[in-house]
């Protein structure tokens, strides 16, 4: 079963060199790295992919996190982790090959424990690569997953650094300088994030659907008409399970537009919500 968003991080042990035999050049013995110690209190940029050495992971994959670097910092990001079912020795070799290293962690899971963990296994066998991992990127707050994008088969259209900032919770962002009221829009946000930091304590623990109810009761029990939240959010909730069966076994851009498409076929005026979510999408492009 594929890890969802709202669900924690498995845990798992995974594989770090990031020094080198000054002598004869080798990654030194690596270190181990438990998952679940080293994501507490952080914000985590995740990205894996089938592996090291490969041409779209090393001209496009790793290239898109070392350019967007400061642009995900500034977003409050602590970490990037580029992962793959490679060993820490090649992790830590192809990071310094690509001038990545101590800019962004490279770790090994060798055994693809943790690839199998998160259900993101990839079976290459029949190329003779054995199991590797699929291509995605997750943005992961505290060991719980905020956001996933997960590529179809032979496919980089979504897992890129571009579109992770320019999607999900980093596309929920408010940017009040250009607001008609600057103050009055800082002062909102910031009761948005407490709200949400609040629902956020309420609910720690709870994994997948009954993380997402108790964010929703919690939530909108700090609105300001509680049932009328609970209502409008029970037919969002709906029409998106609805969206998800219809879609189903679709993945990357053709997954996106179909349930762009199934969920404004359920909007009031179908047309204007087509509309709106394809200008959203052309503003995301021209960012990238």
Not at 24 to 36: D, F, H, L, Y
Not at 37 to 64: E, N, Q, W
Request: charged share 30%.
């Amino acid at each position: 079963m594929t890890i969802k968003v709202g669900e924690r991080l498995p845990d798992g042990k995974l594989m770090e060199s990031t020094e080198f035999d000054s002598g004869t050049q080798c990654a030194m013995p690596p270190k181990e790295v438990n998952v679940g110690d080293a994501v507490r209190g952080k914000k985590i940029a995740i990205f894996g992919l089938p592996g090291a050495y490969t041409p779209t992971c090393s001209a496009k994959h790793v290239p898109s996190y070392v350019q967007n670097l400061d642009k995900l910092k500034g977003k409050g990001v602590n970490e990037i982790w580029c992962v793959a079912t490679n060993d820490a020795f090649v992790m830590a070799h192809w990071g310094r090959d690509q001038k990545a290293l101590g800019k962004i962690r490279f770790l090994g899971d060798g055994s693809a424990q943790w690839t199998k963990a998160l259900g993101l296994e990839l079976d290459l066998n029949p190329r003779g690569m054995g199991t590797r991992m699929q291509r995605f990127s997750m943005l992961v707050d505290n060991g719980v997953v905020k956001q996933l994008n997960v590529e179809g088969p032979g496919k980089f259209e979504v897992s890129d650094a571009a579109t992770l900032l320019s999607t999900g919770v980093f596309a929920q962002q408010r940017d009040c300088s250009k607001a008609k009221d600057p103050a009055r829009c800082e002062e909102r946000v910031a009761k948005m994030k407490a709200a949400h930091s609040q629902a956020e304590k309420a609910c720690e623990g709870k994994q997948g659907d009954a993380r997402h109810d108790c964010m929703r009761k919690q939530m909108c029990a700090q609105a300001k008409d509680p049932k009328a939240c609970m209502e409008r959010t029970a037919k969002m909730k709906a029409a998106h399970g609805k969206a998800e069966k219809a879609c189903e076994g679709k993945q990357g851009d053709a997954h996106r537009d179909c349930m762009r498409h199934e969920m404004c076929a359920q909007a009031k005026d179908p047309a204007k919500c087509e509309a709106r979510a394809k200008a959203n999408r052309e503003r995301r492009e021209q960012k990238k």
